[in-house]
């Protein structure tokens, strides 16, 4: 193949596979809704479709990974890129699978969110394989335009619509920030390709300093608004309120996990070079999410908002890696983006069942759910302390090893706040859990299950929990070969590696 | 012992663990097969923590026992020997671990009585017990911490639960300070490996890897605040009084008689043993903070009417000594302290079994609402005779030969505060004599005439608890010959 200019491509489509299937099987479920009636299509087929779809998908991202094709430098199939691809894959089919029910009962024009939700995931996978800003960016859009759509999709909820407007304001400003941030980036270094860019700043002088903050500040603001952090968390706890809850378990983990594969691509990559400019910006916003996310999660009563507080805290934790990037960091990162994702899906597939049931989403309502419904309250537990960092459940192990590589960077005072935050959290966790437990239920009282497909993904993912706390060995195996490939030559950025070895020791040896 | 006796060790971490999975499986209504299970599986651990404790030779290496399983390697920050499970014990770890066999089998025993969700109360019960075994036997930090953590996590819902008088309180802020505790040991684990540089958690690789001096003074007392309050060390101690008090019964006594020694055991461990230059330097720390929380302790439980809280803050001062005795930094004062850990818990479960007992009759436990208890429940009240002299330090008992060590060590470095701790022992003699003169003798209440003598489990929980008492207190060398070569070792220990 050629370009216009005649030079030679080196494209191979067959490693693109998983986004065209996950495209064309996006049509393919809004087809069929369109000509349900002429091709007699049951509703029960399009999640069923679509789960057919994601699972060729991930069978095909499995089989083909290979760095050397580029594609015109525009994206790269490593193995950062196939874990997130199978990450993100993963989350639609457990979410698909495990919130069918409520997707038919409480989810207006079903067909298309089954689209949306497989759009969005193509546009998150593009997010982590581009090598090109303006491939990321097409993804970043891609994914937000369908779940600004997707929000508002919620039956009979009034919440959604003001849900799915205030994020699509707030998130078209943002969009704008992070666009004109890369202007100026493109500005400074004269090229949109990774590679280039890096190059460039490793060589630009004080000259260009000024437009290289002031576009890196708006890219931090860009990004920090799509994974929700402090100060641009705003409409995360609205969003996650009105939006029908597979949206809202949507936005925790894939949107997400895309925009922390976007901050390792950039940060460890192009934008290395400017470390000094953005490390501390990034310290601050971690520090800040991490303190405001976990006190403002205290005084919540609603269990998204709750959810939606905790997973801006969560994201913190997560920005930290950033602050301390390295390759370290980043496996841990991955790690723990690993743990997480499955817990928050664990404990929303629970918790969509619950209001299955009962229609309800208060903290109150979940009041003696250890009576009528034990194996629900087992999983929520065992969630809620997976996110709290309990022991034999994923979220100790992967928070201990992300801490860990945090504290190698040199940033022992971050890793303070965090574990700070991390007691605090524990407190209204436990909230959470007494509801289910110390308390009797009210009212009725009898014994209820949930669906065969709700025991399967939750079954799963508990199994899953359990199996990264007591061996995450795996996880962490995949994780390190992902961060491999990001920083190829397997040594630490250079952060603050001089003061890195012993951070607290450096100040009294001279004592 | 042999490397082979490693497994030992192993199976004492993971039988408690075991039975609580399996105990998911066993339908609740089958209360006899959860009681035929736990009572194996209790007298199980207590033959394996014997075995342990009698199989540690004093004159062998320090570490005996020592297996290992690479569970994590060169991935990440990990290096060559990353992340192991990695057992093995020396003389004090082998003390503590016979400490937890004695207890757990009356804990286990007295359990049976309680009604509501038996099974969920054992899987819980028995997370914390292998929590508690896996923090004295496990070398590496890694590991150390995931057992030090579960043994807290499943404190809230047994005490939240199950528990008794101001409970969600009591529970509540039981597990926020020693989580907000663990917050300091967490920094000092991480600090601990990045300083050292190995990409390594263990922890004998740690012990002997050369560490700067200014590290080990800014991270000891980090530690001491994180683990002392864990041990109920003064004052991070005021989860102890509120929490035993809204505990359960066997919860009290797991908790009072071994998971206190945990945090005890931490400053031991990951303080003295790791970091003795820093240790050497904050000691006179540990020595004020010790005496004022064995005073501080003693006189709180003089006020007290709630016979759990009474002992709640008896316990405060009765750790006051074991802190004391690890800050003098003199050997004598090393095994009492070691001694008064084992000797404390084995007294303080007996004092919280035979309270249970009798709570769950009276439904009160206000020492001014009874007297002459001696009259209507005779055996009840002859154990918690034998536990006040063991706890007031009556010669031939457990409590005698501990305080004992104590004192003299302390003596040798600090005389006027020996002074302090021997009038702290005056006034524990003190609220105990009280609580006996009030409660036990003179006109018999009538209100109580329907209490019936304590039940056949418990009488036998306590007598396993007063004759492993009477061991101590009468031939305490084999306790002394196993701790004493694991406190030479320490650099800077003086005799």
Known sequence: MQDVFGNALNFNMALLLPEIILAAVAVLVIVLDMFAKELKVRPVALPIVSVLGLVAAGVASGLAVDQHTDFGLLVTIDNFTAFFRITFIAVAIVLIVGSHEYIEKHVNHVAEFYALLLLSTVGAIFMASARDLLVAYLGIEVLSFSLYIAVSLAKNDTRSGEAGLKYVLLGGVASAMLLYGLSLLYGVAGST????????????????????????????????????????HMWAPDAYEGAPMPVTAYLSATSKGATLALFLRWFGGPLLPAIADWQWMMAIIATLTMVVGNLVALQQTNVKRLLAYSSIA???????????????????????????IITNLALFVAIIHFYNRTGKEEITDFRGLSRTNPYLATVITAGLFSLAGMPLLAGFFTKFILFQAVVQGGFLWLVVVAVVGSTVSLFYYLQMIRQMYIFEPEGDATRWGISGTGYLTTGVLLGLIVFVGIQGAPLYTVADRAAFDLFPQGVAAPVTASTGAAPAAAPAAHK | MTAADGYVLIALCLIPLGVSMLLFLVPTSQRSSIIALTGVSSLAMLALSLYTFFKYTFDGEQFQGVLAWTWMQNVGLLGEKGIQFKVGVDGIGASLVLLTGVVVVPATWVTWKIQDRMKDYFILLYLVTAGVYGAFVILDLFFWFLFYEMALMPMYLLIGVWGSTRKEYGAMKLMMMLLAGSIFIFTVIFALFTHVGAGTFDMVTLLNAPKGVGFQKIMFPLLVIGCGTLGAMFPFHSWSPDGHAAAPTSVSMLHAGVLMKVGAFGVVRLGFQMMPEGGAYWAPALVVLGAGAGLYGAISALRQTDMKLLMGFSSVSHMGYVFLGLGTFNSIGWSGAVLQM?????MTALFFLLIGGMYDQAHNRDIPNFSGMAKQMPIWSIFFIFASMASLGLPGLSGFIAELHIFIGTFRSYPIVGGLAVLTAAITTTYLIRILAQAFFGEMNPRWAHLKEITWMERAGAVVLAIAMLALGLWPSPWIERIAPSIINIPGMTL
């Open chain 2, 342 to 346: 084992t000797a404390h818990g084995w």
């Open chain 1, 193 to 232: 390709q990774y590679g280039e860019i890096a190059n460039a700043l490793g060589k630009s002088t004080d000259d260009v300093r000024m437009p290289l903050l002031l576009g890196l500040t708006l890219i931090v603001a860009g990004l920090g608004f799509k994974v929700s952090a402090v100060p641009f």
């Open chain 1, 314 to 340: 969560q994201g913190g934790f997560m920005l930290m890696a950033i602050t301390a990037i390295s390759d370290i960091a980043t496996s841990a990162l991955l790690v723990h983006l690993g743990g997480y």
